[in-house]
């Protein structure tokens, strides 16, 4: 913690509990304390009133809340009148507490330090006196947004969905300006009705229209700039657009000009935050996780059916008729029956993005999608992305998926609503009620359909892409979180809305029967279904196998960049990682879909798009890498996180610390793939090149398990009289888990795709728990965090098949158990399955059973080993990274995945 002495009036008591990194506590109470500050800008009273009689057929002024006769603050001696709270009094009366400046102070922190009392009966000493101290705090928060709110409104206007307009009237605007579109303009000047809301300056066709036109969104690069030669005039600069504008007369002008700055300098979004986020740190959320797409997809459901306003859904894959409710006893409910329920019988606009994919190489079927949603109903809308035209952006994806509804919950993971994902702790692959929870196309196997559109066929959902009586299902193990409460959801809602209005002005033609959504108002909690609403609801109605609603401190992160946002390079979610890596006491635990390490020797905003190394595609022969290509590829990946963790280690090593890295993540089906086996080679050069330079840079380590674990999920069943079978566990989800305490989860891969910013685009969320508690790991007394500790022991549990407390122990007692259960787990597939893959098998001729010529099996082996099966517990097994080490898997001359630029693998 920071020098308290250094610290405002009790600041150091407001987080003493948290034990967050200094320069977060400093960006969260900061936050607190420019919102106690903040004051808007003030129009003139006749400007008011001309405002005021223009815009009454849209807004309307809401009424100055009546003061009320408040009851007198309860005296000392009554606060005294029981043993408790004299107790308190006691406490009270001996410590500084804030200076309470009216009534309507006093009475509400004596309700709040009430209810802290009657709802904690066995709080005693310091611990009800920090309680009771935080419910002062809160309650001067409170007082002051409460006293704010009813400035504001006396003197400014109110939209029903958008919250508060600071400054509103006519401006001249000149056409064009966009710097991502592709329209044409001429450069006209037309007046439009132009409205200053808390982070954007929206504008009209006329002061008595209904629907905004368009939106310039506040950003931390806005320059505003003034002419001399024409007081009139001034310029809006942002990452997105140039806004040239007019005003009727000098005065007008100078007024908007002092508006937007005053508003602009009061902004979150103004302003550089940790990670170089686009927003801060944010306090008073609950998050749960939710582990497998089961419960994801019941969560979603449950939270849509609820919907009273708005949802916005975005992903790399959304297929609308995908089943989120499956039942044997009554017909699925799929997304599409949803969204149509919630459009036409409670009139809640539906926005959704769509990743526009490559057709010849992707199964998305995005068209069909826009189709279907866009003659839904009126209310629901679908915009494509990117634009065909732009080819920088054709290498890339909108690989980020989240669903908000209402603006007040938000889900935010690994998980697409899509074919495949469908799963649950059982990671069955051979289910048997199959018709029911695996129909049609979800019962899927990227081994053979992966990257082959034409298995996929997303307008026949019920027809199988293979025979299934042959190939077993593939598992697909993933992760997400949903949040709900204070300022986060609002974050993710500001992404969602920076890519409409980007997207939505990235087109030829077509644009203007696409609605505006704007940001809402910082703080204003829009209508929705009430307190079902939230986490706490999901989590007591929807069903869910596992949850863990807690308390935390988070910030949602991103990958953005010119193509995908129109905005600067953001890598706020890069810059998380790395700072997550150097600063992890203990141990860091990694769940992701690729694990592609680089090692750049740069800081946190080096990263830069520099011109690609020339890299051979192809090596000389078909069975050795090339030495040369070899090493120019190790030059292709440019994130520094394979330097990141060669330092944290060593610096473990050094310093003889208990320090672990368990790291899950798929083998990858290189058999039948081109893009996965060559993903599959640069991936396990990466990892290679880590225990490489650990080796050499510490030959006295003999047993590198100690402190690395690479591991992959497997599972096994019976293909009826085909005999046993083996497959992968799909590890798809983007986690990180550090010490127990903070957690990164989003849609992020572990490879420069998603990480540099200007690729594909990303988001993420951070949570630090505030929430606590003490244990043990390898006989030393820790502390964990609700969220995070809770999170890793449920997926351990899964993944070991433990059910036992030894979970709870990554350093002792739990690491032992894992490292013994993915060897042990690794033996006997090994000895059942001849051609498991193996450290041990350098080339594709040692592998039984392949098609040495086709790379491949003609069909998939079986075991009739069922006995020897059953020693396997959990799915964990150790990975092999020296496996086809000596082999080259890179595309062949001729194939399409040739003509790619390796960089797009990685």
């Known amino acids: 913690m920071g020098d308290s002495s250094q610290s405002p009036p009790y600041r150091s008591r407001l987080w003493s509990d948290t034990d967050l990194p200094d320069d977060i506590e400093d960006e969260l109470f900061g936050s607190l304390t420019s919102r106690q500050a903040m004051h808007s800008y003030h129009p003139s009273t006749s400007d008011r009133e001309s405002q005021d009689s223009q815009r009454s057929s849209r807004l309307?002024?809401?009424?100055?809340?009546?003061?009320?006769?408040?009851?007198?603050?309860?005296?000392?001696?009554?606060?005294?009148?029981?043993?408790?709270?004299?107790?308190?009094?006691?406490?009270?009366?001996?410590?500084?507490?804030?200076?309470?400046?009216?009534?309507?102070?006093?009475?509400?922190?004596?309700?709040?330090?009430?209810?802290?009392?009657?709802?904690?009966?066995?709080?005693?000493?310091?611990?009800?006196?920090?309680?009771?101290?935080?419910?002062?705090?809160?309650?001067?928060?409170?007082?002051?947004?409460?006293?704010?709110?009813?400035?504001?409104?006396?003197?400014?206007?109110?939209?029903?969905?958008?919250?508060?307009?600071?400054?509103?009237?006519?401006?001249?605007?000149?056409?064009g300006g966009r710097r991502a579109s592709m329209e044409v303009t001429l450069g006209k000047w037309k007046t439009r009705h132009f409205v200053l809301k808390q982070s954007c300056l929206v504008y009209y066709l006329a002061d008595d229209a209904e629907e905004p036109r368009d939106a310039l969104m506040f950003d931390r690069s806005l320059e505003i700039n003034t002419s001399s030669s024409d007081p009139h005039n001034f310029q809006l600069v942002t990452s997105t657009r140039t806004l040239n504008?007019?005003?009727?007369?000098?005065?007008?002008?100078?007024?908007?000009?002092?508006?937007?700055?005053?508003?602009?300098?009061?902004?979150?979004?103004?302003?550089?935050?940790?990670?170089?986020?686009?927003?801060?740190?944010?306090?008073?959320?609950?998050?749960?996780?939710?582990?497998?797409?089961?419960?994801?997809?019941?969560?979603?459901?449950?939270?849509?059916?609820?919907?009273?306003?708005?949802?916005?859904i975005a992903g790399w894959w959304v297929n609308v008729d995908v089943p989120l409710l499956r039942s044997?006893?009554?017909?699925?409910?799929?997304?599409?029956?949803?969204?149509?329920?919630?459009?036409?019988?409670?009139?809640?606009?539906?926005?959704?993005?769509?990743y526009k994919e490559q057709a010849i190489a992707m199964p998305n079927n995005s068209l069909y999608a826009e189709?279907?949603?866009?003659?839904?109903?009126?209310?629901?809308?679908?915009?494509?992305?990117?634009?065909?035209?732009?080819?920088?952006?054709?290498?890339?994806?909108?690989?980020?998926?989240?669903?908000?509804?209402?603006?007040?919950?938000?889900f935010v993971g690994g998980m697409d609503l899509?074919?495949?994902?469908?799963?649950?702790?059982?990671?069955?692959?051979?289910?048997?009620?199959?018709?029911?929870?695996?129909?049609?196309?979800?019962?899927?196997?990227?081994?053979?359909?992966?990257?082959?559109?034409?298995?996929?066929?997303?307008?026949?959902?019920?027809?199988?892409?293979?025979?299934?009586?042959?190939?077993?299902?593939?598992?697909?193990?993933?992760?997400?979180?949903?949040?709900?409460?204070?300022?986060?959801v609002g974050d993710v809602c500001r992404h969602f809305v920076q890519r409409w209005l980007h997207h939505r002005a990235d087109v030829i033609k077509g644009n203007k029967k696409v609605p505006i959504v704007l940001p809402a108002t910082e703080g204003v909690v829009h209508a929705g279904a009430g307190p079902n609403l939230s986490v706490e609801g999901i989590v007591r109605n929807a069903g869910l196998a596992f949850h863990n609603s807690t308390r935390v401190v988070g910030q949602c992160l991103r990958s953005a960049g010119r193509w995908s946002t129109g905005l600067k390079t953001e890598r706020s979610i890069y810059n998380c990682m790395m700072r997550l890596i150097s600063n992890a006491r203990r141990f860091i635990y990694i769940e992701n879909q690729y694990f592609c390490l680089g090692f750049r020797e740069v800081g946190e905003e080096e990263v830069e798009e520099d011109e690609e190394d020339p890299l051979p595609s192809s090596p000389s022969t078909e069975d050795a890498p090339d030495a040369a290509a070899s090493k120019a590829r190790k030059r292709l990946i440019k994130n520094g996180v394979g330097t990141a963790l060669f330092r944290r280690v060593s610096e473990a090593i050094e310093n003889e610390e208990n320090?672990?890295?368990?790291?899950?993540?798929?083998?990858?089906?290189?058999?039948?793939?081109?893009?996965?086996?060559?993903?599959?080679?640069?991936?396990?050069?990466?990892?290679?090149?880590?225990?490489?330079?650990?080796?050499?840079?510490?030959?006295?380590?003999?047993?590198?398990?100690?402190?690395?674990?690479?591991?992959?999920?497997?599972?096994w069943g019976r293909m009826g009289h085909r005999g046993v079978k083996m497959e992968e566990i799909y590890v798809h989800d983007k986690l990180f888990i550090v010490d127990d305490r903070t957690t990164l989860i989003g849609s992020a891969n572990i490879n420069d795709?998603?990480?540099?910013?200007?690729?594909?685009?990303?988001?993420?969320?951070?949570?630090h728990d505030v929430e606590t508690k003490e244990t043990s790991w390898a006989g030393e007394a820790v502390k964990v965090g609700g969220f995070s500790s809770s999170l890793r022991c449920r997926l351990w549990r899964e993944h070991l098949g433990e059910e036992g407390r030894g979970v709870e122990d990554p350093l002792g007692m739990g690491f032992d158990m894992w490292r013994h259960r993915a060897r042990a787990n690794r033996r006997i597939f090994e000895a059942c399955f001849p051609y498991m893959y193996r450290n041990e098998y350098k080339k594709i001729k040692q592998v039984p059973g392949m098609n040495v010529g086709a790379g491949k099996w003609e069909s998939n082996p079986s075991s009739d080993d069922e006995n020897g099966l059953e020693g396997i517990k959990g799915f964990v097994v150790e990975a092999a990274p020296l496996f086809l080490e000596e082999q080259n898997l890179l595309p062949k001359v001729g194939t399409k995945a040739y003509l790619m630029p390796l960089h797009m693998f990685v």
Request: proline share 7%.
């Open 60 to 175: 309307s002024l809401p009424q100055r809340p009546q003061s009320q006769d408040l009851p007198p603050p309860p005296t000392p001696e009554a606060r005294a009148s029981s043993e408790t709270n004299t107790l308190l009094a006691e406490m009270i009366a001996s410590t500084p507490r804030p200076c309470f400046d009216s009534s309507d102070l006093a009475s509400i922190a004596a309700n709040k330090a009430s209810k802290v009392v009657k709802d904690n009966p066995t709080l005693r000493g310091d611990g009800l006196l920090r309680a009771i101290r935080k419910a002062e705090e809160d309650a001067v928060l409170e007082n002051n947004e409460l006293k704010e709110r009813q400035r504001v409104a006396s003197q400014t206007m109110h939209h029903s969905v958008y919250g508060l307009s600071l400054f509103a009237g006519p401006l001249s605007k000149k056409s």
């Open 245 to 312: 504008l007019r005003a009727e007369t000098a005065e007008d002008a100078s007024n908007w000009v002092a508006a937007i700055t005053h508003q602009f300098n009061l902004s979150a979004f103004s302003k550089s935050h940790v990670h170089s986020s686009f927003t801060p740190m944010r306090d008073g959320s609950t998050c749960s996780a939710i582990v497998d797409a089961e419960d994801y997809f019941k969560a979603v459901a449950y939270a849509l059916s609820l919907s009273a306003s708005e949802v916005f």
């Open 328 to 354: 044997p006893s009554s017909p699925p409910t799929t997304l599409r029956d949803l969204l149509l329920s919630a459009a036409a019988t409670r009139n809640v606009r539906v926005y959704v993005l769509l």
């Open 371 to 410: 189709e279907i949603l866009n003659n839904l109903h009126p209310n629901v809308f679908a915009l494509r992305h990117p634009h065909p035209l732009d080819v920088d952006a054709t290498l890339w994806s909108h690989h980020e998926k989240l669903v908000v509804v209402d603006r007040r919950l938000a």
């Open 418 to 488: 899509a074919p495949g994902r469908y799963d649950n702790s059982n990671h069955n692959c051979s289910p048997e009620d199959r018709a029911t929870f695996f129909p049609g196309q979800d019962y899927w196997n990227s081994r053979a359909g992966d990257f082959k559109p034409n298995l996929l066929n997303t307008s026949t959902w019920t027809s199988d892409a293979f025979d299934v009586d042959v190939k077993p299902r593939m598992g697909w193990h993933d992760c997400a979180t949903m949040v709900s409460g204070g300022a986060l």
């Open 659 to 715: 320090f672990k890295v368990i790291v899950v993540y798929p083998h990858l089906s290189w058999e039948h793939n081109p893009v996965q086996s060559t993903i599959l080679q640069l991936q396990n050069e990466s990892i290679r090149t880590l225990m490489s330079k650990l080796k050499e840079a510490h030959p006295h380590v003999k047993d590198w398990g100690q402190y690395i674990s690479l591991n992959n999920l497997r599972a």
């Open 753 to 767: 795709r998603s990480l540099l910013g200007m690729r594909d685009s990303e988001v993420a969320l951070l949570f």
